[in-house]
Nanobody, 126 residues
Framework: VQVVESGGGSVQPGESLTLSCVVSGLIVSFNAVAWYRQTPGNQREMVAVISKNGGRTRYADSVAGRFIISRDNTKSTVFLQMNDLQPEDTGVYYC????????????????????WGQGTQVTVDF
């Protein structure tokens, strides 16, 4: 299984970036997928997750209303559109293929697998 992120870069506050996660070696439509980020001095945190058919999404409070996760299963690709980027969004963004996911009402439970990409750096600064 190979997970490859791309689309990172350096931008100014208020600008946008779209990250891509391309998966090969498994049928990604069978799995929920999540984007995580690791900011300097902090643990890796989940920022967005999407169900296997794209019908359900969840966001961390820090990015809700600014980030949009989507997927194109025909291309085995998951996207993270990041709008109104702020300096605190700076970090390395990783894609993870879910080991398990379940949904009940507003609850979205996601268990990460060992399938991670190498990460893509996002830097937001003046």
């Amino acid at each position: 299984v190979q997970v490859v992120e791309s689309g990172g870069g350096s931008v100014q506050p208020g600008e946008s970036l779209t990250l891509s996660c391309v998966v090969s070696g498994l049928i990604v439509s069978f799995n929920a997928v999540a984007w995580y980020r690791q900011t300097p001095g902090n643990q890796r945190e989940m920022v967005a997750v999407i169900s296997k058919n794209g019908g359900r999404t969840r966001y961390a409070d820090s990015v809700a209303g600014r980030f949009i996760i989507s997927r194109d299963n025909t291309k085995s690709t998951v996207f993270l559109q990041m709008n109104d980027l702020q300096p605190e969004d700076t970090g390395v963004y990783y894609c993870n293929i879910g080991a398990r996911a379940s949904y009940a009402g507003d609850t979205f439970r996601y268990t990460a697998s060992d399938y991670w990409g190498q990460g893509t750096q996002v830097t937001v600064d003046f």
